[in-house]
């Protein structure tokens, strides 16, 4: 039986079906519309190509974050909507660890950087130990001009994943060879590495509380840190 994997946190909207050792399906799009458009159709229209059944869904694997506020939100809102309905396992994973995840190199650090706004980054740190994938750092928050040097200065070669990898390219170039771009097909989130790391989280026995499970934000949207300005102002 198969589990559903979502992706919205970035720009990339990414639908998936995936066995334990198998992708299904998988429905990957950026285009203009908004994820609140595109989600729900995108997940029926790729049951039905699949010829699945929603009922035959073990469970639903979602990015949690960090990445884009709304994004994650209408993400998690219909991941948890679906296991509720379905009375499935809902497992909540993490945007950064399962990038990285789709890359599986032993010998080389794996950088996933997703845009935090303002020319900063979120910044994971992982690479591939005795067949399995370890976080050397955890997620933060940095400006790209502190990230790149930092990351150029480590013992292991780099590659740069995710949407901040591909919009600070030429910042990252000045660091080449020992910063490298993931070539297309794994640069970007994919609902598939969602999927994979999903299904080991749930054979490991990780499961969210479809009541309580989050985003990870790291940070407050800009709507807060205006408002909070804007009350400061009137104090």
């Not at 229209?45 to 073990?58: K, N, S």
């Not at 994650?72 to 809902?90: D, H, M, N, S």
């Not at 994971?124 to 370890?134: K, P, S």
């Amino acid at each position: 039986m198969p589990i559903l994997a979502l992706d919205t946190a970035t720009i990339i909207s990414s639908v998936a079906l995936a066995t334990q050792d198998t992708i299904l399906a998988e429905l990957t799009l950026q285009t203009s519309k908004t994820h609140s458009e595109r989600l729900l159709p995108h997940i029926a229209e790729m049951l039905e190509m699949a010829g699945v059944q929603r009922r035959e869904l073990q469970a639903v694997a979602v990015s949690i974050g960090p990445g884009s506020y709304t994004g994650l939100r209408i993400g998690l809102g219909t991941a948890k909507a679906l296991a509720y309905a379905l009375k499935i396992p809902l497992i909540g994973v993490p945007t950064l660890a399962a990038l990285a995840h789709g890359c599986p190199v032993p010998g080389v650090f794996y950088a996933p950087m997703l845009d935090a706004q303002k020319e900063q980054v979120y910044l994971g740190l992982y690479d591939w130990y005795q067949g399995g994938l370890r976080e050397r750092e955890a997620a933060r928050v940095l400006p790209v001009a502190e990230a790149l040097p930092y990351l150029h200065s480590l013992t292991q070669p780099v590659v740069l994943m995710g949407e901040g990898a591909v919009m600070y390219r030429q910042m990252a170039a000045d660091y080449a060879p020992q910063l490298m771009i993931a070539p297309p097909h794994t640069v970007m989130p994919r609902a598939a590495n969602i999927a994979l790391l999903g299904w080991k989280m749930l054979q490991e026995g990780y499961s969210s509380d479809v009541f309580s499970l989050e985003p990870l934000y790291m940070r407050r949207s800009e709507a807060e840190e205006l408002w909070e300005r804007r009350q400061g102002g009137c104090s």
